[in-house]
Nanobody
Framework: QVQLVESGGGLVQPGGSLNLSCSTS????????MAWYRQAPGKQRVLVAA???????NYSDSAKGRFIMTNDNARGTMGLQMNNLNSEDTAIYFC?????????WGPGIQVTVSA
């Protein structure tokens, strides 16, 4: 079964940057990046960035102007460049895509913003 795997998370100081990546493992014949979500401790999972069918990228208010979502559907990859991070960005980040016509989630990766 094809899986999504996030990478690039970790500990960063306030004001710093991280670049998350999401790639597939296994054989794929169709890939469409959908979105990045995050879940902070004790809170629900929320949308951070998403790609519409016309390839327009939309961002949550907290991500707008700081985060940039990228995708390469031909390669089955997607990314999230995060800049000017603050403590409120601390969360587990999940990528979400349609892989082989099935909605698929990555297991999540921890991002911690702390001095």
């Amino acid at each position: 079964q094809v899986q999504l795997v996030e990478s690039g998370g970790g500990l960063v100081q306030p004001g710093g940057s991280l670049n998350l990546s999401c790639s597939t493992s296994g054989s794929i014949f169709d890939f469409r990046a959908m979105a990045w979500y995050r879940q902070a401790p004790g809170k629900q999972r929320v949308l951070v960035a998403a790609i519409a069918r016309d390839a327009t990228k939309n961002y949550s208010d907290s991500a707008k102007g700081r985060f940039i979502m990228t995708n390469d559907n031909a390669r089955g990859t997607m990314g999230l460049q995060m800049n000017n991070l603050n403590s409120e960005d601390t969360a587990i980040y999940f990528c979400n895509a349609i892989v082989n016509f099935r909605e698929t989630w990555g297991p999540g990766i921890q991002v911690t913003v702390s001095a």
